[in-house]
């Protein structure tokens, strides 16, 4: 992932135009109502460390850093007394850095509230890579789906204290189709009764209909954009599809985007 990129906050493409709104800084004057409604921390912090642990790999850049801030901010922390708990993030093509920028959006979020954050691996689609999220244990969300089991025994401790992974799991042929399953929609549910919050990597929209599946069972989707890279054309296509299938499209991330003045000079603006 770049050094620097861009929220671009609630998605409102006019279909006509293809015309992607600005960025406007989230209100935290609703941080505490927010804060209200969120899960106690958990009492044990052992009984999250489940299987194992977990690294996330983030940039240690400060400029990603405010804007994951601000990216958290405007999807979790400023909604009042009905705040999104659970949330997808997909990209529209792949490489397009969704699986570095829901990292640091966990890391970030977990930083900045005392409850409990989860991120959940379930690009099921790219196992013949390695994962994105380095693990101490094969087993993860496949796991999960097909054995059962409180969904906390399935999670590593990754690093803080209020901080834990769902890796993917070990990849078969038949995994695929979980996602689209009874045990998916169960799972996400013990998730919303484990954790405060669960940052979801799913997928490439583009590519597969993971992503609009999970987006169904959750509080809406984020998606992941890669600057002079993602077509308007075929953003705009997946807009109106997740639309159509009743998907909440909470806002969109432009990655890899270029700045014509110096970092330095950047971090000091």
């Not at 597969?208 to 987006?215: F, I, K, N, S």
């Amino acid at each position: 992932m770049s050094k620097n990129f861009e929220l671009l906050q609630q998605l409102h493409i006019d279909v006509d135009t293809g015309v992607l709104p600005p960025f406007m800084p989230a209100d935290r004057a609703h941080r505490g109502d927010a804060e209200e409604m969120r899960k106690p921390v958990f009492e044990e912090q052992g009984k999250r460390a489940g299987i194992g642990q977990a690294l996330l790999h983030v940039p240690n850049n400060r400029a990603a850093q405010e804007e994951a801030l601000k990216l958290v901010h405007s999807v979790f922390l400023s909604q009042g007394s009905s705040p999104r708990r659970i949330v997808v993030f997909a990209a529209i093509d792949s490489g397009n850095g969704c699986s570095q920028i829901c990292a640091l959006a966990a890391k970030a979020l977990s930083a900045s509230v005392r409850t409990s954050v989860c991120v959940v691996d379930a690009n099921f689609r790219n196992s013949d890579k390695p994962s994105s999220y380095s693990v101490s244990s094969p087993i993860g969300l496949v796991d999960a789906l097909c054995k059962p089991g409180p969904i906390h025994e399935f999670t590593m401790c990754a690093g803080s204290s209020n901080l834990a992974l769902l890796p993917r799991g070990t990849i078969t042929r038949e995994s695929i189709g979980f996602l689209n399953s009874r045990s998916m929609k169960t799972r996400i549910e013990d998730l919303r009764g484990e954790f405060a919050y669960v940052l979801i990597d799913a997928p490439p929209l583009n590519s597969y209909a993971d992503a609009a599946t999970l987006g169904q069972l959750t509080d809406g989707i984020v998606l992941i954009l890669e600057a002079n890279s993602t077509r308007r054309g075929s953003a705009l296509k997946i807009v109106e599809q997740l639309r159509t299938a009743e998907v909440t499209v909470l806002g969109a991330v432009l990655n890899k985007r270029t700045f014509p003045i110096p970092e330095a000079i950047y971090q000091i603006l």
